[in-house]
């Protein structure tokens, strides 16, 4: 039985990646009619089309999608074993890491983050990602190398997770707002006020603070519904209303202006880093998350 050539394992895994001869082309520096050639002899190999043409774009075949993963996996571990061990020498490191959190994250932490791998590593760079959702297929695909958050009862159990800080939900409004005159803030007065719901997702699904809330009979009245912290905190700085944020991702955007304890029975919650266990031994990743710990516990 002839040996296969092991190294259409990295044009297949490039190919799957980008769906497109051209893509794939580009990303491995080559033309498209040698890519068009290297596709066909993938296709021999495995006796299946892979791709598809489809209209103007092509498309996996079913053999495809199940070998996406396991052909990335065996990339990756050949990678990790071709590249050098030893001491890691963070000056001569020339890297770039995606790091996907939510804007309170990158607002509060990524300035100290940043000072600190200038410090270190000059050559690594970080690619602050904006966090839309909680799917841990980015940090299986490796288009994510590290991500912050609550850690989502859904994830993949292969993610590997490390607790960073406890944070709780406050209120915040404007100063002079009559929820700061010193008057208790009971959970009716609470809900009574015009609130900014903040929420990444497109769809009507409330959080703890109104689960809370229900729990007591009550309603918030949400006046208007933003994408992140930032701009609620903008809209509550110029108006009446109020917003949650947690206490503290946000609390470089909200001095100034007055903050208060819910007063809901809502537990802390934690925040942690993630990350795909094949990086886990990866030195310069094992220092990245070395920093972000730091930074955080500071």
Partial sequence: MSRPDLNLLFTLDVLLAEGSVAGAARRLRLS????????ARLREATGDPLLVR????????????????????????????LRPAGKLDLGQVDRTFTLRASEGFVENFG?????RIAGEAPGVRLHFLHKLDKDSGPLRDGSVDLETGVVDPAIGPEVRAQRLFR?????VVRAGHPLSDGEEITPARFAAAA????????????????AALAGLGLQ???????????AALALV????????????????????????ALPLPLAPFTVSMLWHPRLDADLTHRWLRGCVRDVCAE
């Fill in 32 to 39: 498209p009619s040698a890519m068009s050639r290297a596709l």
């Fill in 54 to 81: 489809a209209g103007r774009g092509m498309v996996a075949s079913p053999r495809a999608l199940a070998l996406r993963d396991v052909i990335g996996q065996l990339v990756q571990d050949a990678e990790a074993a």
């Fill in 111 to 115: 300035a100290q983050l940043l000072a």
């Fill in 167 to 171: 944070d709780r939900y406050i209120g």
């Fill in 195 to 210: 609130h900014v719901h903040v929420s990444r997702r497109d769809s009507d699904k409330k959080g703890p603070i109104d």
């Fill in 220 to 230: 918030r009245q949400i006046a208007t519904t933003v994408g992140g912290f930032a």
């Fill in 237 to 260: 700085r110029a108006s009446d209303l109020v917003t949650c944020v947690h206490e503290r991702h946000s609390g470089v955007l909200y001095a100034g202006m007055h903050s208060f």
